[in-house]
């Protein structure tokens, strides 16, 4: 099985701040890396496929990069709504796994 | 508006059974894989089974291969997950998720139920 390790797993940061989010993959994935936003009540939901991809509705302050086995997450200026968990999932191959989140706090 | 309602949660005692369920809307739901995602308490998300358009094919992690089984009704835009012997460690939320594979090459999860609970204690 692939595992996904992100970095950091809490994260504060204030508005308006840039953040970037690790997730490094333990083979190899092709760019097959997706990110995944959860609000505290439990609302997910994607916001970049295929390691680049804006996933359509998703404000252009979030981009995705990265290659190999190391990809990042990245928002350009911090909103209010955008403090929540963040998932790095590979589908590389099966099983589809997930890392094991980041929380992005207020600090 | 894609929606996904989830159902059929609740309380089981360990090594027994619980059927979920997930009712789909605003997309033709005949061409699209689906799948089931769940969570466990304060945990992150472990991807739980996929089923193809047909349901000819279905995908499983070792964790729940043998005891769940995912299937769908395209009559009805309705997925599910059979969850036989169930154990402690299957306590988590369950989710139901549109699953872009055999849509596209760039594979994920475009879209998500609320998430249904299920607490497998004696």
């Known amino acids: 099985d692939i595992q996904m390790t992100q970095s950091p797993s809490s994260l504060p940061a204030s508005l308006g701040e840039r953040v970037t989010i690790s997730c490094r993959a333990s083979q190899g994935i092709s760019n097959n890396l997706n990110w995944y936003q959860q609000k505290p009540d439990g609302t997910i939901k994607p916001l970049i496929y295929y390691t680049s991809n804006l996933q359509s509705g998703v404000p252009s302050r979030f981009s995705g990069s990265g290659s190999g086995t190391d990809y990042s997450l990245t928002i350009s200026s911090l909103e209010p709504e955008d403090f929540a968990m963040y998932y790095c999932?590979?589908?590389?191959?099966?099983?589809?796994?997930f890392g094991g989140g980041t929380k992005l706090e207020l600090k | 508006e894609v929606q996904l309602v989830e159902s059929g949660g609740g309380l089981v005692q360990p090594g027994r059974s619980l059927k979920l369920s997930c009712a789909a809307s605003?997309?033709?739901?005949?061409?699209?894989?689906m799948a089931w995602v769940r969570q466990a308490p304060k945990k992150g998300l472990e991807w739980v089974a996929t089923?193809?358009?047909?349901?000819?094919?279905?995908y499983y992690p070792d964790s729940v291969k043998g005891r769940f089984t995912i299937s769908r009704d395209n009559a009805k835009s309705s997925l599910y997950l059979q969850m036989n012997s169930l154990k402690s460690e299957d306590t988590a939320t369950y989710y139901c998720?549109?699953?872009?594979?055999?849509?596209?090459?760039?594979?994920?999860?475009?879209?998500w139920g609320q998430g249904v609970m299920v607490t497998v204690s004696s």
């Open positions: 089923i193809s358009t047909s349901g000819s094919r279905t």
């Open positions: 605003g997309f033709t739901f005949s061409n699209y894989y």
């Open positions: 999932q590979q589908d590389a191959s099966f099983p589809r796994t």
């Open positions: 998720a549109r699953d872009t594979m055999g849509i596209t090459t760039a594979y994920y999860f475009d879209y």
